[in-house]
């Protein structure tokens, strides 16, 4: 454990680096808008200043209308992703959990996908995205658990094939679902690779609500899921009602996961990364962790995001190619480590 | 072996009760119709080879394996129908190993104990702090709480997790074989810990050990399994015992009261490697411990040995029964009867190799040496150890000198145990 000052140092810090990123991500593009100006429309939007005079009106309409909107929405996704990596991880006590890996993301993206090919994406209202993508991560947790777990644990390599033969049997349920949508293929195409564009306040603020939800509960589980990576019996020896927890915790993953699915697409290993990270700064007990990564989830998926836009500008990647690019090594470098503890420890 | 005490009947201070459980995985029930009872501060020990069922019964104990037929009561409660936390203040179990998934340092898993006190979001009150220090002071692991457990060494985990044991402050402690990867000090160290929390806190322990010695010594009770079922349940001198070796563990050993605690102590022979047998018989007539290292030395050597006729308490009739041998015995300072000599004759006459040792020889024992003499008479090879002299140990007043000197004539003799060549 580490000493809570340092701990409170650590946040504080994360804390300075979700803002600077945040205002260097809105600053970029292909008209710069300096953080001063930024912040001081900001104020005035909140009502906190006037209106600074200088500042033209194109660039009040870029910062609110497009560069603001899409940083907080990485924001609110990366939070998401990386609290939804950290319940996983901590459910399957495996450092290689996360919900792109292990099929959630796809599950809740099926539903999603489903939703708007037969029924249309506005029909039921601003929630049908996200119930429909939560549905569809539940079911693919629930069947992954299932088949990962062999007697009383997950090994790195059931996990993975489980993941692998459930996101593999559902994306080609979902080639057959896109086959029946026509002209949307293209927008629902390039949604899948994970994209933060054309989101607008409305529905980012139907999704905090959800992910704020998601969050607590995450935060009740925590300290349950420290006494469940020693493993089941001895966790429910300790006290924990371990049956309940795991519900709970797949619920919890699943409904992070699939807030994260509706409002951008599939992005992968920002739930895997995040929590193994922070784990190395702030210690492994989940209530220290999950406000730790939910400062840091942000950081990385805003920085990936700005990347993406201006990497190969003015053509945008997704930005789920850039945490692939990122985070597939990291994957290989973590599964080459955890290969050697499973010999160290056999 | 004394039968199960089928008389235990609920009582006030029983602080754990199974009674005619049975449980298991599948099938085959691991644990069949087993009653135990265990009074608060009474540490008891659970012993049985591999595979009896002790884990089996720590496990119905704890809460984590449901008996499929049978009475659990804790505390006067059943654990079954109790939350996870209300339970875990009753019980609280030392398992073999535990490696978390991730890395917690000792002082972050010895808390974890705390888990049935604290609330969800559980930072731990001062009284939690408190007591995760105690419990690590009394493992003396309290310099340990700063590394991830991970990198400790199996002995030191054990006792962090001990001390997360101790941290739940239940009424009764299971502790399944809480003594691997210990050394000596740290076992001495842990049992102590133990007994000190049933005479203080009247905390009910129960430990599955393999080490008998160490359960008689430390156990108030011992509880023997053999293949599911309660086979002894006593004070340890009732259920360690030499009937118990054999029956249960299939071994041969010697129980004697140990000097100074006045426990039963077992004594095994060295392991062996089982020598093939070379179908040849040797007899041995020894005597005062004279024969003893022959009788080995054979036995090792691939013969089947026979010994007699040696007294009952004699220190050669305890090393034939020990290495299971064929033997004719006669009750102590008596004189050889009649019916025994026969006896010993018949297996001398099957023997290929007679030897003889240089025993002190009185009117107890003087027939030994008319089979003897006779023996070699009719053919059979005889060896003479003659380490001692005969003047030394004729306790007959010539007789024995005399047949002695006859076999001497019949006999190769020799002059130490490493010159009876067996080839």
Known sequence: MI???????TLLLLAGALAASFLIAVAVGAVWISPWTSVRLIAWKLGISARPSSVPHSAEVILFQLRLPRVALAAVVGAALAASGTVFQGLFRNPLADPAIIGVSSGAALGAIAVIVFVGSGALGAFAVPLAAFAGALLTAFLVYRLARIGPAVHVATLLLAGIAVAAAISSVMSLVMSFSGEQIRDIYAWLLGGLVGQGWQSIGAIVPLVALGVLAAGLTAHDLNLLSLGEERAAQLGVEVDRLKRRSIAVGALLAACAVSMAGVIGFVG???????RLFVGADHRRLLPAVLLA???????????????????ELPVGVVTALLGAPFFLYLLRREGRRARARA | MPAPDAALAPRPDAALVLEGVTAGYGGDPAVRDATVVVRQGEVVGLVGPNGSGKTTLVRVASRALRPVAGRVAVAG??????????AARLVAVVPQDVVPAFSYTALEVVMMGRTPYL??????????????REAMVATSVQHLADRPVEELSGGERRRVILAQALAQDAQVLLLDE?????????????LSVVRGLAEREGTAVVAILHDLNLAAVTCDRLIALDRGRVVADGPPERVVTHDLLRAVYGVEGEVVPD?????????LGPPRAVPAPLGRRAHVIGGAGRGAPILRRLSEAGFDVTAGVLHQTDSDAVVAERLNLLRVTVPPFSEIDQASEDECRAMIRRADLLVVCDAPYGPGNLANLRLAVEAARAGVRTILLEQVPMAERDFTGGRASELWNELREVAEVVGSYDQVTVG
């Not at chain 1, 942000?298 to 003015?314: G, K, S, Y």
């Not at chain 2, 409660?77 to 209300?86: M, N, V």
């Open chain 2, 119 to 132: 609330s969800r979001w559980g930072g731990g009150a001062p009284r939690d702090w408190a007591r995760v």
């Open chain 2, 259 to 267: 000097h100074v605690t006045g426990r039963p102590s077992v004594h």
């Open chain 1, 3 to 9: 000493a809570p000052n340092r701990y409170r140092r």
């Open chain 2, 178 to 190: 809480p003594t691997t990867h210990l050394d000596v000090r740290h076992v001495m160290d842990l």
């Open chain 1, 297 to 315: 989830g942000p950081i990385l998926l805003i920085l990936a995001d700005l990347v993406a836009r201006t990497a190969l500008a003015p053509q």
């Open chain 1, 272 to 278: 895997l990364m995040t929590p193994h990270l922070l």
């Open chain 2, 77 to 86: 409660e059943d654990p079954y129908r109790l939350s996870s936390k209300q």
